[in-house]
């Protein structure tokens, strides 16, 4: 792979490191400005919402830029905006840095993915995701737990200003690294419009947006879970979430070699596993054991099929390619909004800890229900029939 896409990934690593990062912190943020532990979830949704409708706005605005421009301003907002985050003392001012930071992080995420499409053979686009979100599971492995351990020492602010200061590394790599790539081909605006009312690119975004509201339901309140049915101190958090950020980076490096070729292999088998794996983690919160190993397990299942689904959003959307990068990152997000809030109304109704796992399991079953009800669009649903000649067969994905 190009040593440029390590340095995107770099960059997603501090930006996955802010979006994660609060599944550690959010008893802390709660009682530090006085709201409910419900009410800090919030602020995963507003980021996660400011990603899902920022990407396709970023893209478009963007679509004419030099990629490197783009992702060099996208990261100084980022890092600005967490600034000020770790500065204020309302909440709601918070809460509209998360969704600035979004914005930014939606703008840079968009480019960045169809960046890497561009720096590989037009059949690897798997794998060079993989190496792209491979920022995001270390930042799940490294950055989230070094931040809940940050914030348990130094308080959840220290955890914002690291954050920022990540953006500056990640920023020169790119400013002397990336090549100065031109923007990728545009076809006429209304056109890539056009190719996103494709009913198969519609179906396999909401595929991707169920499976990754399932993750994020359960992974934003995984620390009350520890520290509660589970019987776990605080300093078990971390470990919990380093497990599953582990699991997620062993689950997209596999999917990475898969997602090209045999895509329908990985969701055949991670699909009714997750729709196993998110109940039983619920009905067997009180064992610490189990609670911990299925933190491998399901963030392994839970990134190796939420990526593979990603990957056929960039092939079925490639008469898009302005947009192809927001359709995915719009799609991933929309979900990571959809999850905590569903949690976060399920716990504010009264329900145990563990109700967030069985919302996780709700929306698996949903998308395994739609993938079983469209499995005709769904295989086919693949490269372009003019690509042909300029591309390597990819198999449709339910072979």
């Known amino acids: 792979m190009p040593f440029p896409l390590y340095l995107l990934s770099l960059a997603v690593f501090a930006m996955g490191t802010s979006e994660f990062m609060l599944a550690g912190l959010l008893p802390d943020i709660a009682a530090g400005l006085g709201v409910p532990v419900g009410a800090a979830g919030l602020l995963t949704t507003a980021f996660a919402a400011g990603l899902a409708v920022g990407a396709p706005v970023m893209a478009v ?35 509209v840095t998360r969704a600035v930071a979004a914005l930014a992080d939606a703008g840079f995420l968009a480019v960045a993915l169809t960046t890497a499409a561009q720096l590989v ?89 169920l499976v990754n509201a399932a993750t994020f339901a359960s992974f934003t309140f995984l620390a009350p879970v520890v520290t509660g ?23 997209v490096t596999v999917a990475g070699r898969l997602a090209d070729r045999s895509p329908g292999r990985v969701l055949a088998v991670g699909g009714p596993l997750l729709l196993l794996g998110w109940p039983g983690m619920a009905l067997l919160a009180v064992h610490p054991s189990v609670v911990l190993a299925l933190a491998f397990l399901m963030g392994a299942l839970s990134f190796g099929v939420g990526s593979t689904l990603i990957t056929r959003i960039l092939y079925v959307a490639e008469d898009a390619p302005t947009l192809a990068g927001a359709c995915a990152t719009a799609s ?67 072979r």
């Open 61 to 95: 605005l963007t679509r004419r830029r030099p990629p490197r421009t783009v992702l060099l301003v996208s990261l100084g907002v980022f890092a600005a905006a967490h600034g000020v985050g770790a500065l204020t003392t309302d909440f709601g001012v918070l809460l």
């Open 332 to 398: 991933l997000n929309v979900g990571a909004a959809a999850g905590p809030f569903l949690a976060a109304a399920v716990l504010g109704a009264g329900v145990r800890e563990t109700g967030p796992f069985w919302v996780s399991g709700a929306l698996v079953a949903a998308a395994l229900a739609l993938a079983l009800w469209r499995r005709t669009e769904f295989r086919a649903a693949g490269p372009s029939p003019a690509a042909g000649t300029s591309r390597r067969a990819v198999p449709d994905p339910g």
């Open 121 to 209: 053979e037009p059949d690897r686009k798997g794998r060079a995701l993989a190496v792209l979100l491979s920022g995001t599971t270390l930042a799940t492995v490294v950055g989230v737990p070094g931040g809940a351990v940050l914030g348990a020492l130094l308080g959840w602010r220290a955890t914002f200003w690291a954050v920022a200061l990540l953006c500056v590394p990640a920023a020169l790599g790119i400013l002397r690294g990336l090549p100065a790539l031109a923007p990728a081909p545009a076809a006429p605006l209304d056109a890539e419009l056009g190719q996103l009312r494709s009913p198969r690119l519609l179906f396999v975004m909401l595929l991707a947006a």
């Open 229 to 251: 049915p589970a019987g776990l101190g605080a300093l078990w958090v971390p470990v919990t979430l380093v497990l599953f950020g582990a699991g997620s980076l062993v689950g």
